[in-house]
């Protein structure tokens, strides 16, 4: 097990950049995948991005491929997610996750390990 605790988040007009972090401990960051979900106001949580335990390969889902940037540094325990070009629909709750399988999974189900979440607020 790891724990997992978020910050950065915050209200940003679109087009604005925010870098939520992750801040794990209990564990290293390497002995993972890690991924940040999100969970709009009435509707599930969706995968938005992942990095293998590696960190020689990182995943994307399509609505943000090329805007966001999931990173680590081991030395600080943190994983982040560089967000860019923002728009009003990446409104939501963003949570980070961790898994210590051998490959990188999509769905929040193979995941065990969760933070508590930071508010992301985009306005038009």
């Known amino acids: 097990q790891v724990q997992l605790a978020e910050s950065g988040g915050g209200l940003v007009q679109a087009g604005g950049s925010l870098r939520p972090s992750c801040v794990a401990s209990?564990?290293?960051?390497?002995?993972?995948?890690m991924a940040w979900f999100r969970q709009a106001p009435g509707k599930e949580r969706e995968y938005v991005a992942a990095?293998?335990?590696?960190?020689?390969?990182?995943y994307y889902d399509d609505s943000v491929k090329g805007r966001f940037t999931i990173f680590r540094d081991t030395a600080e325990n943190t994983v982040y997610l560089q967000m860019n070009s923002l728009k009003p629909e990446d409104t939501a709750i963003y949570y980070c996750?961790?898994?210590?399988?051998?490959?990188?999974?999509?769905?929040?189900?193979?995941?065990?390990?969760w933070g508590q979440g930071t508010q992301v607020t985009v306005s038009s």
């Open positions: 996750a961790a898994d210590s399988s051998q490959y990188v999974h999509l769905t929040q189900s193979k995941y065990n390990d």
């Open positions: 209990g564990r290293p960051i390497g002995n993972f995948n």
């Open positions: 990095i293998h335990w590696s960190a020689a390969t990182t």
